[in-house]
């Protein structure tokens, strides 16, 4: 299993960024795929997630109305789209999948993650 989370870098607030994570190694369309971030000193939080099963999609209270994930099953990709950022925004994020645990999870339920990708938001 493999995920490979691209797409970040450095934006002025207001800005928009779109994060890529590519997938390989399992059957992806099968499960839930799901964008967490962390900051300096700060627990791992779920930013947003989407489903296998219907593709429904879930986000945080702090990014509704600013971030869109969506998914390619044709290219084992997931997108987070990031608008209007935010300089609390600034963190790594990870795209983070598991056989078991779906959207909702809390992040040490899942066993598979992409290597980060820094965001850094500024004024």
């Known amino acids: 299993v493999q995920l490979q989370a691209s797409g970040g870098g450095l934006v002025q607030s207001g800005g928009s960024l779109r994060l890529s994570c590519a997938a390989s190694g399992f059957a992806f369309y099968n499960y839930d795929i799901a964008w967490f971030r962390q900051a300096p000193g700060q627990e791992r939080e779920e930013v947003s997630c989407i489903t296998s099963r219907d593709g429904s999609t879930h986000y945080a209270d702090s990014v509704k109305g600013r971030f869109t994930i969506s998914r390619d099953n044709g290219k084992n990709t997931v997108y987070l789209q990031m608008d209007s950022l935010k300089i609390e925004d600034t963190a790594v994020y990870y795209c983070?999948?598991?056989?078991?645990?779906?959207?909702?999870?809390?992040?040490?339920?899942?066993?598979?993650w992409g290597q980060g990708t820094q965001v850094t938001v500024s004024s």
């Open positions: 983070a999948t598991d056989f078991e645990s779906g959207c909702g999870s809390r992040w040490y339920r899942f066993d598979y």
